[in-house]
């Protein structure tokens, strides 16, 4: 049984939030285990209350370990200072790549995330219209090739406090919006979204928090709060990622695009009404333990026409979006907090 295992995922914020709930529970599984977890610095905040054999190094690819000859000398120092004996590659990137190939040089066994590329170039193609194995799934069978068993024990962190939480008024309810993300495909517009927040925070007792960070975004963020009731932009406060898991959790419901506040939100603990246009939960991204029927979509044959919602529509009116109707949301808001 290998004694220190290196583990690889540099980004996105939202793919290591997925890796949370298996590493932590391999890490509980196997205390006798050193789990050496390599990501970029800004996810490595996320690794909040880790276990005690859990080590996160944050390395600066771009700049720190820059190129092939950056990502050589990086597993050389991961090999020397931690004594691998397995590494566990979640990404499968050109950059792990070169870490794989040096590590194996050394003896040193490695297993590598299957992400199913084919399948998911056929559900984006339309040959194929099924449920493919999820992501957390997927890091759960590198492990498993490497001699572990895996049982998950990890239960989120909806126990996470902060001093920063303002307080709560009896009986009120708090609800979470996160509008935006990476892609344009992944984005409900905000003109609809508007919509919802309008209707939302016209309900009684209601307190609703708007996520996002950009310049941009902060700017949308607060004409929306200064323009609606009861409503806070988070992006005008500062916070870390204790102070995000601790609001999400204590908010009654989260709505999200298919980005990494749904999957933050999920590790909260909090029930999330997911907006999906460009992409797919078949794609195997739906947050951890949300139900299926929590994603708000609309079926139509050219969906999925990307995994990760970068290619422009072929239509040009991302129909997959703007066909959403603002009330079909809000019912969805209503029946989550129910």
Known sequence: MPRNVLVIRFSALGDVAIAIPVLYSMCRAYPHTRFVMLTRPWPAGMLIERPANLVVVDA????????????????????????????????????????????????????????GRREKRALCKGRLHRQLAS????????????GFDYSETF??????????????????RWIAIAP????????????????????????PRVRIFLFGGGSQEKQELHRLAVKYPHTLSMAELKH??????ALMAACDVMVTMDSANMHM??????PVVSIWGATHPYCGFMGWRQPPESAVQLELDCRPCSVF???PCKYGDYRCMTGIKPETIVEKIKQTIA
């Open 60 to 115: 600066e690819v771009t700049t720190d370990y820059k190129g092939a000859a950056g990502m050589l000398r990086l597993a050389a120092e991961l090999r020397k200072h931690y004594h691998i004996d397995a590494v566990a590659d979640l990404h499968d990137v050109l950059r792990s790549w070169l870490i794989d190939a040096s590590m194996r040089l050394h003896g040193i066994a490695v297993a590598r995330i299957d992400k």
């Open 135 to 146: 992501s957390h799934d997927r890091y759960v069978a590198v492990f498993e090739r490497l």
């Open 155 to 172: 239960e989120g962190f909806s126990h996470i406090s902060s001093p920063k939480l303002p307080a709560r008024d009896t009986g009120e």
């Open 180 to 203: 935006f993300s990476q892609h344009k495909g992944k984005v409900y517009p905000m003109p609809l979204l508007e919509q919802v927040i309008g209707q939302v925070a016209a309900w």
């Open 240 to 245: 870390n990622f204790v102070d995000e898991f």
């Open 265 to 270: 939100a999920s590790l909260a603990g909090t």
């Open 309 to 311: 919602g970068q290619r």
